[in-house]
């Protein structure tokens, strides 16, 4: 992959950048997901109606921020762990 200066990124380096823009993007999105959801939620319940993804979107909706913050964390956790195993296969395979 090229970089913005026309640098050759490894993949090591994009799996140590990883957390880095999870959190900075998930960080945002744990600040303001209540006050968000709350402004919205008409809204978003008028572009659902009752489709088949209604549930999940009631479910949505009444999520607390601390459970969208514990939901976001095990991700953070899971997907560095997930993409070290693939580079570790990818180097001894």
Do not use: C
């Not at 998930?26 to 008028?46: F, K, N, P, Q, V």
């Not at 979107?57 to 991700?75: E, P, S």
């Amino acid at each position: 992959m090229l970089g913005k200066w026309g640098q050759k990124i490894s993949i090591k380096q994009l799996i140590w950048l990883f957390p880095l823009v999870f959190l900075i993007h998930d960080g945002e999105e744990i600040l303001t997901y209540s006050s968000w959801m709350r402004e919205h939620r008409d809204e978003l319940h008028a572009l659902v109606g009752d489709s088949v993804v209604s549930p999940l979107f009631l479910a949505a909706t009444n999520t607390t921020t601390r459970q969208f913050t514990v939901a976001v964390a095990v991700i953070f956790l899971f997907l560095p762990v997930l993409f070290l195993a693939l580079y570790i296969g990818r180097v001894i395979a």
